[in-house]
Structure formats: C-alpha cells, structure tokens
T-cell receptor
Framework: EAQVTQNPRYLITVTGKKLTVTCSQN?????MSWYRQDPGLGLRQIYY???????DKGDVPEGYKVSRKEKRNFPLILESPSPNQTSLYFC?????????????FGAGTRLSVL | AQTVTQSQPEMSVQEAETVTLSCTYDTSESNYYLFWYKQPPSRQMILVIR??????QNATENRFSVNFQKAAKSFSLKISDSQLGDTAMYFC???????????FGKGTRLSVIA
C-alpha cells in the first residue's frame, strides 16, 4: 500500500531532550515536506526537500533540523525541544515531473513538550 | 508570497442540507493548483477535491463541488446533502505548479447537526 509513515504517533517529552520524528514514504517520491499544525493557525511549513541532500527552510524552521540522506526518509530533528514546539506534526510527500499534482500526508505525530 | 484566507472559523449545517465554505487566495502566479482537505477527529489529512487554475470547469467529486473564480481569486467548497461524517476541519490549500509545498488557510470547523 502506498503510504507515508510517521513514527511515533504520540510523544511526550521534556524540555531540552533531543528527539527525532521519523518519516518514510514507499512511493519513490522526490519531494518531501514537514508541517506543524496549531489551533487557529492552520498548517505551516517547517522544511522542504526536493531530493536527496537538497533541503530548504519553510516558514517556521527555527528549532528544527532535517536530513535527506535517502530518498524514502526525511526525519525531523528537535535538538533541544521547548514547550512552544508542542504541536501536531505532519510529513508529506509528492512526486516530481508527473501530472499527479498533489501531496500525500502521513497520519501525524502529536508532540507534547513539558 | 502566496496567502490563503478562510474567513469562517466555524460553521454548522443541518444534516441533508447544503453548506458552502469560503476561501480566497492571493498570488501573482498564473499557473497553480487549489485544494480542499478534510481533517476528521482522527486528524488524518484527506484530499477532498482539487482544481487546476488553467481549467475553467469547476471540479466536482460526488457531493463536493467547488466554485472557482480565478479573477476574484476565490475558491469555495460546496457540500451537498451534508452527512454526519462530514463533520471535520476543512483546509483550503494552494500550490504553484511543480509540486511546491502547500500553503494552507487557517481552517473552517464544520459541524453537521442531526
């Protein structure tokens, strides 16, 4: 089944404890992206990757890092989480160079930073 | 920069009635795509309908249809014969051709009342 898989689905952590949210897609998509969703703000883009080793900042990149060493994986790294990073996070992927102009979303990761 | 505005934070509709959700956007691009996503309580992002800006015909998907007014930069979603399962948050989103990351509105919370 074609899908975008995020892990974990739920995470509670404490301020300053490094964490990684993994994202993997099995559709051989070139583009991948991370969003955070907060009440009243909709979804805002954190980082974007157009292919392996190619990443770009989105609208709210502060406090986050990403890497794209393999085409299928795009982990989101919070090196020193703070309470204002408590949010719902989505990973998404999209194919390049096709007529399929759409993004596929993972199921989301609910993160709470205490 | 592209912006998407949803002016109705919350709406409600009686079961079997019709409801229209509003969305306006701002862009200087001429070729782009517009989307409506549904987010039920499960928080999954579900693509409801997609419109290509170069197509004049409004997109339809079963009970869902859009009113796309390119000159006015308006993209409203009409839900006919509303069902209890339509209760969700609805996001309007914009994408420039080439599968660039989506820009989202802040969402409209729709409640369908029995």
């Amino acid at each position: 089944e074609a899908q975008v898989t995020q892990n974990p689905r739920y995470l509670i952590t404490v301020t300053g404890k490094k964490l990684t949210v993994t994202c993997s897609q099995n559709m051989n998509h070139e583009y991948m992206s991370w969003y955070r969703q907060d009440p009243g703000l909709g979804l805002r883009q954190i980082y974007y990757s157009m292919n392996v080793e190619v990443t770009d900042k989105g609208d709210v990149p502060e406090g986050y890092k990403v890497s794209r060493k393999e085409k299928r994986n795009f982990p989101l790294i919070l090196e020193s989480p703070s309470p204002n990073q408590t949010s719902l996070y989505f990973c998404a992927s999209s194919p390049a160079g096709t007529s399929e102009h759409r993004w596929y979303f993972g199921a989301g990761t609910r993160l709470s930073v205490l | 920069a592209q912006t998407v505005t949803q002016s109705q934070p919350e709406m409600s509709v009686q079961e079997a009635e019709t409801v229209t959700l509003s969305c306006t956007y701002d862009t200087s691009e001429s070729n782009y795509y517009l989307f409506w996503y549904k987010q039920p309580p499960s928080r999954q992002m579900i693509l409801v309908i997609r419109q290509e800006a170069y197509k004049q015909q409004n997109a339809t998907e079963n009970r869902f249809s859009v009113n796309f007014q390119k000159a006015a930069k308006s993209f409203s979603l009409k839900i006919s014969d509303s069902q209890l399962g339509d209760t969700a948050m609805y996001f309007c989103a914009f994408m420039i051709r080439g599968n660039t990351p989506l820009v989202f509105g802040k969402g409209t919370r729709l409640s369908v009342i029995a």
